[in-house]
């Protein structure tokens, strides 16, 4: 896939991604689909740990793994060793002709080789340098290494995610890294903020992004639960903590969810599954009353439900504009004809290889996301790049090269 046409909103801005895994790299992909150029940096030899991690992996013969071409379109991939002191020195002289930084070293790591913040903001004072950790960048776990599925428990939200112990449940982690992904688009955000910030003032600044803070500052409902009510939330399974009934059921061939928000709907759902006189009781007729009486509302639900079938009841839902749903595989949801009307998966050419990945999600009528570079094999614009920023020949490269400082084309 091509560039669309539309440059995008943040065409002119540079971006040198020193990032690696997942937040950051979701970070700089996201900055990518709406324009800006992104350098991404990697390890000589090694390259971001994810294109190891499978199987699967892409049928290439570049070794990478599906995981890794989630989160790196729209970026041009360079290989340079910053433990060198040529290395750093590339990366120095890159950073001068950038806007912004992204890395997720462990604090204090990029100082020993002069790219912190302190050191690269003294060469370019409006630099954005926005670092991501697990634990920011002061307290007691500053030092440690951050990884989502700690975060996951650290955070609490594991404890209000799986079935309740009475239904034979523990605490379960989400099956998505969500801690590692919304650390990225608050990140993103807050890189926004900075540049319009720079574009004020004419200031650069650090950003501080902890996996931790981004996981404490969703648990939003579940957290004012608590902190305003004095509830202390657990495990719901499929429930919601303050709406019923909005949960899961199963019918006479699977489940469907039902996400009745409103008494209105509650009423016209009892009606369509034959329990009209349930609208009006007196347990069940508001929401609060039905939470609290939640579970003797399930047991008359359930036998009413089951004898439906999943397609019967969802269509009957559907004509009645009762809010309900499949619970679709993966394949399944990307299948979904909506997928298809709104042109959530884009296809790109890597060296004659098909490259699918998931859209940008936000619809811009005026400047809308591009999709312009496929996911890079590690080092391949090492030489364009060098060249194009730094005014290296390619003897130079070359010379680069041989002492372990660059990487040009793996395969």
């Given at each position: 896939?091509?560039?669309?046409?539309?440059?995008?909103?943040?065409?002119?801005?540079?971006?040198?991604?020193?990032?690696?895994?997942?937040?950051?790299?979701?970070?700089?992909q996201?900055?990518?689909?709406?324009?800006?150029?992104?350098?991404?940096?990697?390890?000589?030899?090694?390259?971001?740990?994810?294109?190891?991690?499978?199987?699967?992996?892409?049928?290439?013969?570049?070794?990478?793994?599906?995981?890794?071409?989630?989160?790196?379109?729209?970026?041009?991939?360079?290989?340079?060793?910053?433990?060198?002191?040529?290395?750093?020195?590339?990366?120095?002289?890159?950073?001068?002709?950038?806007?912004?930084?992204?890395?997720?070293?462990?604090?204090?790591?990029?100082s020993?080789?002069g790219?912190?913040?302190?050191?690269?903001?003294?060469?370019?004072?409006?630099?954005?340098?926005?670092?991501?950790?697990?634990?920011?960048?002061v307290?007691?776990?500053?030092?440690?290494?951050?990884?989502?599925?700690?975060?996951?428990?650290?955070?609490?939200?594991?404890?209000?995610?799986?079935?309740?112990?009475?239904?034979?449940?523990?605490?379960?982690?989400?099956?998505?890294?969500?801690?590692?992904?919304?650390?990225?688009?608050?990140?993103?955000?807050?890189?926004?903020?900075?540049?319009?910030?720079?574009?004020?003032?004419?200031?650069?600044?650090?950003?501080?992004?902890?996996?931790?803070?981004?996981?404490?500052?969703?648990?939003?409902?579940?957290?004012?639960?608590?902190?305003?009510?004095?509830?202390?939330?657990g495990?719901?399974?499929n429930?919601?903590?303050?709406?019923?009934?909005?949960?899961?059921?199963?019918?006479?061939?699977g489940?469907?969810?039902?996400?009745?928000?409103?008494?209105?709907?509650?009423?016209?759902?009892?009606?369509?599954?034959?329990?009209?006189?349930?609208?009006?009781?007196?347990?069940?007729?508001?929401?609060?009353?039905?939470?609290?009486?939640?579970?003797?509302?399930?047991?008359?639900?359930?036998?009413?439900?089951?004898?439906?079938?999943?397609?019967?009841l969802?269509?009957?839902?559907?004509?009645?504009?009762?809010?309900?749903?499949?619970?679709?595989?993966i394949?399944?949801?990307?299948?979904?004809?909506?997928?298809?009307?709104?042109?959530?998966?884009?296809?790109?050419?890597?060296?004659?290889?098909?490259?699918?990945?998931?859209?940008?999600?936000a619809?811009?009528?005026?400047?809308?996301a591009?999709?312009?570079?496929?996911?890079?094999?590690?080092?391949?614009?090492?030489?364009?790049?060098?060249?194009?920023?730094?005014?290296?020949?390619?003897?130079?490269?070359?010379?680069?090269?041989?002492?372990?400082?660059?990487?040009?084309?793996?395969?």
């Amino acid at each position: 896939m091509t560039a669309t046409g539309c440059k995008g909103p943040l065409d002119g801005l540079t971006v040198l991604d020193l990032s690696k895994v997942l937040a950051g790299p979701w970070s700089t992909q996201i900055l990518g689909d709406l324009g800006a150029e992104v350098i991404k940096v990697e390890l000589p030899g090694v390259g971001d740990e994810t294109r190891r991690w499978g199987p699967p992996f892409f049928d290439d013969g570049s070794g990478d793994a599906a995981y890794y071409l989630a989160a790196n379109r729209n970026k041009r991939g360079i290989a340079i060793n910053m433990a060198t002191e040529g290395g750093a020195d590339i990366i120095r002289k890159l950073v001068a002709k950038a806007d912004i930084v992204v890395e997720n070293f462990k604090v204090g790591a990029l100082s020993r080789y002069g790219l912190d913040y302190a050191a690269l903001s003294a060469i370019k004072p409006d630099l954005i340098y926005c670092s991501i950790t697990g634990f920011g960048q002061v307290g007691p776990h500053a030092h440690r290494g951050g990884y989502d599925f700690l975060v996951q428990g650290m955070s609490g939200l594991m404890s209000v995610t799986g079935f309740p112990d009475d239904q034979g449940g523990a605490p379960t982690k989400v099956g998505i890294p969500v801690s590692d992904l919304f650390t990225g688009l608050y990140a993103t955000i807050a890189i926004l903020a900075a540049v319009n910030h720079r574009n004020s003032t004419g200031e650069g600044q650090h950003i501080d992004c902890a996996l931790l803070d981004t996981q404490m500052a969703l648990l939003a409902n579940q957290a004012s639960n608590y902190l305003n009510g004095g509830m202390v939330p657990g495990r719901l399974a499929n429930e919601h903590p303050n709406v019923v009934p909005y949960q899961d059921f199963a019918t006479s061939d699977g489940h469907v969810l039902v996400a009745v928000g409103t008494d209105k709907q509650f009423r016209d759902f009892c009606t369509l599954i034959g329990l009209p006189e349930l609208g009006t009781d007196e347990r069940f007729a508001t929401n609060s009353g039905r939470s609290v009486n939640r579970r003797a509302l399930q047991d008359l639900f359930r036998p009413a439900i089951a004898k439906w079938t999943s397609a019967e009841l969802l269509a009957a839902m559907k004509e009645n504009g009762l809010p309900g749903g499949p619970v679709n595989s993966i394949p399944e949801a990307l299948a979904d004809p909506q997928v298809e009307a709104r042109d959530l998966i884009k296809t790109f050419d890597r060296d004659g290889q098909e490259v699918r990945t998931l859209a940008f999600p936000a619809k811009l009528s005026k400047s809308p996301a591009t999709y312009r570079h496929a996911p890079p094999v590690r080092g391949s614009d090492t030489v364009k790049v060098l060249s194009e920023y730094l005014g290296l020949t390619h003897e130079e490269i070359r010379e680069l090269a041989t002492q372990g400082i660059v990487e040009e084309t793996a395969r």
